[in-house]
């Protein structure tokens, strides 16, 4: 417990109370007692609540972050950042807690969008939550997807130029034909004998 003292007044020695949420720095207090976080802290899930706070009291925000408050569990901190990264569309794969080059490259794209912050590590620690958290909301543009390659011939051809002409008409199809009949065996009657 802790206690102010009055000007001129000599020191308490024994005080029996409650410090009221957000009051620890009046007594001195270097972190935010568990009170304190309970009526101040948010679900991480809860955007409306964190934006209200980080709005109402950006100083008491800071702290809960800064200080590990709000920290998520070792076994749950990458799913927490995939989550945090996708609602920004930074990330863009599967939520599965896996840390693979999908989730760097989320990192990165996050930090794009900042000017003013530089973060050159893209390992999931409890400190990029943290700047994540203090650094707001970003949003990263949809990658666009590039126009198939078209393949030129190797051989160049002379540049011509075209007038715009009326558009041919299509040659008609060549007519099918019947196929030729076989020509019947051809019998020759010559030399001697009498047929019959």
């Not at 802790?2 to 720095?25: K, M, T, V, W, Y």
């Not at 996708?86 to 999908?102: E, H, K, L, Q, V």
């Not at 530089?118 to 666009?144: H, K, S, Y």
């Not at 130029?161 to 199809?173: K, L, S």
Request: hydrophobic share 40%; net charge negative.
């Amino acid at each position: 417990m802790a206690a102010r003292a009055a000007a001129g007044l000599p020191q308490p020695s024994i005080i029996i109370g409650l410090i009221a949420p957000g009051q620890e720095e009046e007594f001195g207090l270097e972190s935010l007692l568990p009170g304190t976080v309970d009526a101040m802290g948010f679900a991480l899930d809860d955007l409306a609540a964190r934006e209200a706070l980080r709005e109402s009291d950006p100083e008491m925000f800071r702290r809960l972050i800064e200080e590990g408050h709000l920290d998520p569990g070792s076994d749950e901190l990458n799913r927490v950042l995939q989550i945090e990264l996708s609602r920004m569309n930074c990330y863009r794969s599967g939520i599965d807690g896996a840390w693979g080059p999908g989730s760097r490259r989320s990192v990165g794209e996050y930090f794009e969008q900042l000017a003013s912050v530089d973060w050159p590590d893209q390992a999931p620690t409890q400190e990029l939550f943290r700047a994540i958290m203090l650094n707001g909301d970003v949003a990263c543009p949809t990658p666009v997807a590039a126009a198939p390659r078209r393949t030129t011939p190797t051989t160049s051809r002379p540049a011509t130029t075209r007038t715009q002409t009326a558009p041919r008409a299509a040659a008609p199809a060549p007519a099918r034909t019947a196929p030729a009949a076989k020509p019947k065996p051809k019998l020759s009657i010559g030399g001697s004998g009498v047929l019959r």
